[in-house]
């Protein structure tokens, strides 16, 4: 029996891994890169955020609320059972069973995705709120497996992570500030009227962005060197989508997405990778 469940958690693994490569190619990047050790588990924990934000982002003919509820119970049903029929929630389980992730960080995380589902302005404080659980607990979740085993480094590292989370989830929030107004309605950035979005304002978003990711780069190099080298391409990218919107005008980035060419992204792996190697992040 327990050479079937293991089949079975094979196949979970691969359903999670193919969402990862399907979904984002850069992400799929930087978990190679990550020591073997790390990188099914990592690919578990994307493949469930990604189900879960396609929840609320995608599926516009369905109950987005119903099938948000029904992961969330069948989620808890899964930490309580070890197994899911759902192959992407089986393979999450696994992981956070195998490295006691808490269960408030998934918490937090499926409250984001909730408050997505009703709202479509943010205050300050529900700002930071979705930031917490939408990518800064993802953030710590990817911590916990690196830190595995490794006393005091959680805590030393988990500020720094969490700004590294925040920085890529602000970033987000501006390359898709088009898509989230015209298609969801959703304007993330607090008490901001979109129609009189201006350099201004986008500028002040900027430097709150590059404060995070000057503590972020921290954390970066404080990090295990089989964890290191994955999370500093994942920095690269982001900082390269950074600097692409720091040189638009505010109102460009209301008309199209910002993105980065395959060309660009494979010289960013190559140079990231350099900068390693030489000791010079």
Known sequence: MKNQKKKFDAISLECSKKTTKVYSTSFSLAIKLLSKEYQNSIYSIYGFVRLADEIVDSFHDYDKGK???????STIDALEKNISLNPIINSFQNVIKKYNIEWALIDNFL??????????NCDEKAYKEYIQGSAEAVGLMCLQIFTHNKKGSYQ????HAESLGAAFQKINFLRDMNEDYSTLNRVYFPNLDIKKFNNDEKKIIEKDIAKDFEDGLIGIRMLDKNAQRGVYL????YMSLFRKIQKMDAHNILEKR??????????ILISSQIAIRIKMI
């Open 67 to 73: 099938l948000l509820n029904e992961f969330r119970y």
């Open 258 to 267: 910002v993105r980065i060419s395959n060309l660009k992204k494979m010289l």
């Open 234 to 237: 994942a920095y690269r990218y």
């Open 111 to 120: 409250e984001s995705m909730e408050y997505d589902l009703s709202n479509q």
């Open 156 to 159: 030393q590292l988990k500020k």
